[in-house]
């Protein structure tokens, strides 16, 4: 037997507790057929020295926005802005190079970031010279417009009502400013929206080429195809499109968002009277592309304090609209949401609930034991996505139900300061949790909702272990896992939350050839340094898909070079070899 690709002088991380570490594997037809022994004496197509460069398996992002997080490479961005004035300047500068009827369409906005204040639509209209202005908040929860847009949306008509599940924020004399919160985006995005489905592709070839320069092998885009969330209702065909050209550069898996559901007709023997046409649900796919969860949104976020919480959010508030919703609100009448979690469960779907506060998250875990006693499904795992607070008492009802928590520690470094001015001391220990959760013997993936925050898996990995704001506080110190957990996390913790365990997360025979090499340890890097931890080289089914070291690169048979010093940081350069 001649293999495709034999690694060996690795420091290889296996993630599998029978054999935690390797020097040497070998790869055959996209999966790992051996380690050290069992394949270094086989011939191999190509071989690479790694030099002693540490190699982890391929990170997995189990939240993640792909399709939007490409378009906002395109977009005007203001995520630097620390006060509204630089919003202006950074949106007048950007008009100034389209056309007079072209749109401003930015992201990244944070009032967080500027003072607790919003761009208003008079300011917008100003800076951009009448053009429509549409700025995203980086939260996704909410945006800001300009006049132009609002009067398109048809928000300044007299008889104009809020929509269910969303807030058309007013000035102090009661003129719409132009923010718009949860399903109030909508009123924007049916005026822009559906994007071409050439346009999502080169979004996905953009965000996925990203990922693997950070070494991001697998991620599920968190919802596609209708709602706020949604780009086209026909976004599948975009990613088919993107695999079939070339352009999806990592394993996806795709969550449906629920508003694509709808009642379906089958036989009476059948539960399946709810979901997609053809009866298609959760697992439909295969190993690069497939179906995952419907994603349902109960709640806002806590960044814009629409999150559904029990008691009201600490501190004084932004604006009219949170000083109406105190604790928050959901996104449709609670019973109403109930009834679809459990049809879908019903027709055989995988139920990934949004539910940042814990009075969202009582609602996901009702809904979950509900549908469970109507129909029991003991192999099914439900998850709750973020899973923002979770008290005490609800950690048991996790346990109990089997519920994956799918929460993000990238926040806690990006928006840890202004989520415990938000939720006060009691709260934020519960925000964000687990040591807690790992405890239960729950699976806890890496995610990262990016492009809500920055989406690098080694500083979210940091971000597990120290648990720090931008400013330096602890935040909910009680909730630390050392490196190893918070690297199995972004592994073998997402492989089982995502239904891929025995697939992927670990560096075993019969698993796919997904890894990622690294210039260091993280398991041997200080904690502080471990996000500075550079990505050498992405592997994605055997495939050096990232390779900026010339892993890939064919070379001629030659004698070994002599072995390169490591750097202070760690492995300098990989040295490739073929046919040896």
């Known amino acids: 037997m001649k293999l495709d690709l034999l690694i060996r002088d690795a420091r290889i991380l296996t993630l599998d507790d029978t054999r935690p570490t390797a020097r040497t594997l070998g790869v055959l037809h996209g999966r790992i057929v051996g380690l050290d022994e069992e394949v270094e004496h086989l011939p191999a197509h190509r071989v690479v020295d790694a030099g002693g460069a540490t190699v982890v398996p391929g990170f997995n992002d189990a939240h993640c926005h792909t399709a939007w997080f490409g378009l906002t490479l395109t977009q005007l961005d203001v995520s630097t802005a620390r006060t509204v004035e630089e919003v202006y300047d950074a949106v007048a500068a950007y008009a100034a190079t389209l056309p007079e009827d072209a749109w401003v369409i930015g992201a990244g906005l944070d009032h967080n970031r500027t003072g607790g204040r919003y761009p208003h639509r008079d300011a917008l209209d100003r800076a951009a010279g009448g053009r429509p202005v549409w700025l995203k908040h980086t939260s996704g929860h909410a945006c800001v417009v300009s006049t132009p847009v609002l009067r398109l949306a048809g928000v300044l008509d007299p008889s104009f009502t809020d929509p269910d599940g969303g807030v058309v924020s007013r000035d102090e004399h009661g003129r719409p400013d132009g923010l718009l919160e949860e399903t ?50 026909v976004e599948l065909a975009a990613y088919q499109l993107a695999r079939e050209t070339g352009r999806l550069h990592a394993r996806a898996q795709l969550m ?52 559904a919480v029990s008691e009201p959010f600490c501190g004084c508030p932004h604006n009219e609209a949170e000083a109406q919703n105190p604790t928050g609100y959901f996104q449709n009448d609670a019973d109403a949401m109930t009834e679809t979690v459990v049809a879908a469960h019903r027709a055989g779907w995988t139920v990934a609930a949004h539910a940042i506060g814990d009075r969202a998250v009582d609602l ?197 070079a002599p072995p390169v010093p490591p750097s202070p940081q760690g492995h300098q350069a990989l040295r490739p070899q073929e046919n040896v």
């Open 184 to 233: 109030a985006q909508r009123l924007v995005q049916r005026h822009v929206l559906p994007y071409p489905v050439e346009t999502v592709a080169d979004a996905v070839d953009a965000a996925t080429r990203h990922y693997l320069t950070e070494g991001i092998t697998s991620f599920t885009e968190a919802g596609i195809g209708g709602g706020w969330i949604g780009h086209t209702p």
């Open 364 to 560: 996901a875990l009702d809904a979950f034991e509900r549908a469970q006693h109507e129909l029991p499904r003991p192999g099914v795992r439900h998850r709750v996505e973020h899973a923002g607070v979770v008290r005490p008492d609800q950690l048991r009802r996790f346990a109990a139900l089997g519920a994956v928590p799918v929460p993000q520690h990238n926040f806690l470094s990006a928006f840890g300061d202004a989520m415990a001015a938000s939720l006060g001391p009691e709260r934020t220990a519960w925000s964000y949790r687990l040591r807690s959760l790992l405890d239960l013997g729950l699976p806890v993936p890496g995610s990262s909702d990016r492009p809500v925050a920055p989406g690098a898996p080694l500083p979210a990995i940091q971000a597990m272990v120290q648990r720090l704001t931008a400013s330096g506080a602890a935040y909910g110190p009680e909730e630390r896992v050392p490196a190893l957990d918070a690297l199995r996390a972004w592994t073998d913790g997402s492989a089982r939350a995502t239904g891929f365990a025995g697939r992927k997360g670990r560096l075993a025979p019969g698993y796919l050839a997904d890894l990622t090499v690294l210039d260091a340890d993280p398991l041997r890097t200080d904690p502080d340094r471990i996000g500075a931890i550079q990505v050498l080289a992405t592997v994605v089914g055997g495939d050096p898909a990232h390779d900026p070291h010339g892993l890939a690169t064919p070379l001629a048979p030659r004698t070994p």
């Open 256 to 307: 449906a968002a629920s508003d694509v559901l709808h009642p379906l007709v089958s036989h009476a023997d059948d539960p399946i009277d709810f979901g997609l046409d053809l009866g298609m649900r959760t697992g439909f796919g295969d190993d690069l592309l497939s179906l995952g969860p419907v994603k349902i949104f109960l709640d806002g976020s806590l960044l814009g304090r629409t999150a």
